[in-house]
């Protein structure tokens, strides 16, 4: 695994975060360090404080961090910020001001000489790893998108937030329109002031979407009605297509290409999408070919070829 950080939100650093910096030492600049995509900023002033943990192990909140103060920044493999939210959702209660979890290059070598190992087969030891291995696995951020949110004349709009959907992560945008968040492949990405809503449909690393907000009407409405019937939802609620079969939600969709291989998608606007699928496409298509699609396409291909030939001019 390698080194990596995730930071999520925010507008400014507080007094604890600076501490966490100074505790941890200089966090590196892309410039710096290639491994690492953005510099610490992380709101968690107040009260009640973050937790630390260290390896699994809990070792205090901001008031008492003198385990933290002993490891070398050098000899961290992951830092994670948990927002209150995910953080009593891992941990319970006690860590209803979010928390810190550091895992260090040793724990990172123990975590690779169990993971196949059966989980029955394993120590109580061995479990904390698996445990580590489980945290680490589902909140990386493998993807940094980067962008740009202006008015329809090209001028930036600054405190935009920035939603990714999935993972409970926000920013806002700087004086410039400019904000970067990190996200999985599938992830939905919501500019909330202009009310636009992009899907991560490439696994690249680095990827940029720009918001452009169109001109402001006199009246604007947020739901289409198709008789006397009402259709709400959300500007990320797209229609995911999987090898031309519409899928019943985005759950159905990622069970379905769980072991899918060489997955080509592409999103489709709502105008097309509205033409294709009526109402069902009302906030856009991610249109999805894995290998299953393209060999029907290659079958379907060869049968019309074969059709052509016998066929006559009169």
Not at 96 to 112: F, Q, R, S
Not at 123 to 140: N, S, V
């Amino acid at each position: 695994m390698t080194r990596f950080t995730i930071f999520l939100f925010f507008f400014t650093l507080s007094t604890m975060a600076q501490q966490v910096q100074d505790t941890l030492g200089k966090v590196k600049t892309p410039q710096e360090d290639s491994n690492t995509n953005s510099t610490l900023r992380c709101l968690i002033g107040g009260s009640p404080q973050p937790v630390f943990f260290l390896d699994g192990k809990i070792v205090g909140n901001a008031g008492n961090i003198d385990t933290i103060k002993s490891v070398d920044p050098e000899d961290v493999a992951a830092l994670i910020y948990f927002t209150s939210k995910n953080a009593v959702n891992l941990f319970g209660k006690q860590a209803g001001g979010g928390a810190i979890y550091i895992v260090t290059e040793e724990a990172e070598k123990k975590i690779k000489e169990i993971q196949h190992k059966k989980l029955g087969k394993l120590t109580r030891e061995g479990y904390k790893y698996y445990r580590i291995a489980q945290i680490l696995e589902k909140f990386k951020f493998p993807i940094t998108v980067t962008g740009r949110v202006t008015d329809n004349e090209g001028n930036p709009i600054a405190g935009c937030r920035i939603e990714n959907r999935e993972r409970d992560a926000e920013v806002y945008t700087d004086s410039l329109g400019k904000y970067e968040i990190k996200a999985h492949r599938w992830d939905a990405i919501l500019s909330e002031c202009v009310g636009q809503c992009r899907v991560v449909v490439s696994d690249n690393t680095e990827q940029t979407m720009d918001f452009v907000r169109p001109p402001l009407k006199k009246s604007s409405i947020n739901y289409t009605t198709v008789g006397l019937v009402t259709v709400g939802g959300s500007p990320c609620d797209k229609l995911f297509v999987l090898n031309g079969k519409p899928m019943k939600d985005k759950k159905q969709f990622l069970k379905r290409i769980k072991n899918s291989k060489e997955i080509e998608a592409r999103e489709i606007a709502q105008q097309e999408a509205m033409a294709l699928y009526g109402t069902q496409g009302r906030f856009g298509i991610v249109a999805v070919r894995d290998e299953k699609g393209r060999k029907q396409d290659k079958i379907y291909t060869r049968k019309f070829k074969r059709k052509m030939r016998k066929t006559q001019q009169l």
